[in-house]
T-cell receptor, first 117, second 111 residues
């Protein structure tokens, strides 16, 4: 168990709808990253939040948005769902340090399996 | 430009030692090398991390040559439960660690 929990575990949505996925970070962690993993592929970085602000973003359109709350829990929102958005969505929490080399271990949740029909 | 390059797949047998090599020719001075394991429909799980030379924990060893342009994950005496995808990652630039995954190496352990 990593201490990172995601909800829901499975979800089915219709094309064009909106979805919100949730992540509860490991206690004490101030950074959360979201990933999309299509079948047979490695996880693709969507974005990262550090202390409630976006700290980096991958090659995903603006309809993918996120929030990080003061308790460091997080949400991933996807608008105007497309069939290709069907994937496993992973949340990872870590503790970021300012300055110096980064040697942070990221703890992943079990993921949310989103199916768009 | 891919940060890391790994074999797509490997096969082994129970009880054997498995070595998975990863190339990261453009590794930055401050980057660490991290390996993750992932089972189907689960999130990746941290295995081991290192900066240079050799690191060993209860699960695996990580060998990093002096030039740090590659690394080798060594799994001693694998079992069927080690069948998984193994990812090699290097730290991102800019002072913030954003784990960036490639396609990983699919390891199948046979009886």
């Amino acid at each position: 168990e990593t201490g990172v929990t995601q909800s829901p575990t499975h979800l089915i949505k219709t094309r064009g709808q909106q979805v919100t996925l949730r992540c509860s970070s490991q206690s004490g962690h101030n950074t959360v990253s979201w990933y999309q993993q299509a079948l047979g592929q490695g996880p693709q970085f969507i974005f990262q939040y550090y202390r409630e602000e976006e700290n980096g973003r991958g090659n995903f359109p603006p309809r993918f948005s996120g929030l990080q709350f003061p308790n460091y829990s997080s949400e991933l929102n996807v608008n105007a769902l497309e069939l290709d958005d069907s994937a496993l969505y992973l949340c990872a929490s870590s503790l970021a340090y300012t300055g110096g080399p980064m040697n942070t271990e990221a703890f992943f949740g079990q993921g949310t399996r989103l199916t768009v029909v | 430009l891919a940060k890391t390059t790994q074999p797509i797949s490997m096969d082994s047998y129970e009880g054997q030692e498995v070595n998975i090599t990863c190339s990261h020719n453009n590794i930055a001075t401050n980057d660490y090398i991290t390996w993750y394991q992932q089972f189907p429909s689960q999130g990746p799980r941290f295995i081991i991390q290192g900066y240079k030379t050799k690191v060993t924990n209860e699960v695996a060893s990580l060998f990093i040559p002096a030039d740090r342009k590659s690394s080798t994950l060594s799994l001693p005496r694998v079992s069927l439960s080690d069948t998984a995808v193994y990812y090699c990652l290097v730290g991102d630039e800019g002072g913030s660690y954003i784990p960036t995954f490639g396609r990983g190496t699919s390891l199948i352990v046979h009886p």
